[in-house]
């Protein structure tokens, strides 16, 4: 399946910088290996998934961007589970599938990710807002579930988060 002249070709390498040891050999060989894993990824690509089911993945991969891109450009809004599955005209249960098969993570878990994240970045760019600030600017309406939403991702509270970029 693999052409076997550039494997061997990346293996003579290998032995070659092995043996002279110049400097920075360990670079070379490290090359060689990736280049040899490349070899094999396309050649896994190629012969295991057919190209209409590669062409769906690439699709869906497409489809998953556009919700991330409405996520960061309407993280301060409210933004519902129908919002999101209406823009891949899609009904919401059929959506949460799609976007935890592709993502690992449900839509609500990236969202609230994604304003945490959000969140951190306000409070080291803008040390004198509130915490409750924060919060409403990131899209939390409720402080309170923004201090527990920031604690189960970073394991801080937002206060002693806070405090620590601070000092």
Known sequence: IVSSMPLTDYFMSMWKENQEKKIGYEYAVKSDIYGIFSLLLRSYMKYTI????????????????????????????????????NILNFNRFYFCRFFKEITGVTPAEYVNNFR????????????????????????????????????????????????KLTL
């Open 116 to 163: 945490i994240h959000q969140a951190i970045s306000l409070m080291s760019g803008c040390p004198e807002m509130s915490v409750t600030s924060i919060a409403l600017k990131c899209g939390f309406n409720d402080p309170n579930y923004f201090s527990r939403t920031f604690r189960s991702i970073t394991g801080h509270t937002p206060r002693s988060y806070k405090a």
């Open 50 to 85: 057919p190209d209409k089911q590669n062409l769906h993945r690439t699709r869906n991969v497409h489809k998953i961007n556009e919700i991330i891109k409405y996520v960061e450009e309407h993280y301060q809004d409210e933004i519902s589970l129908d919002d999101m599955a």
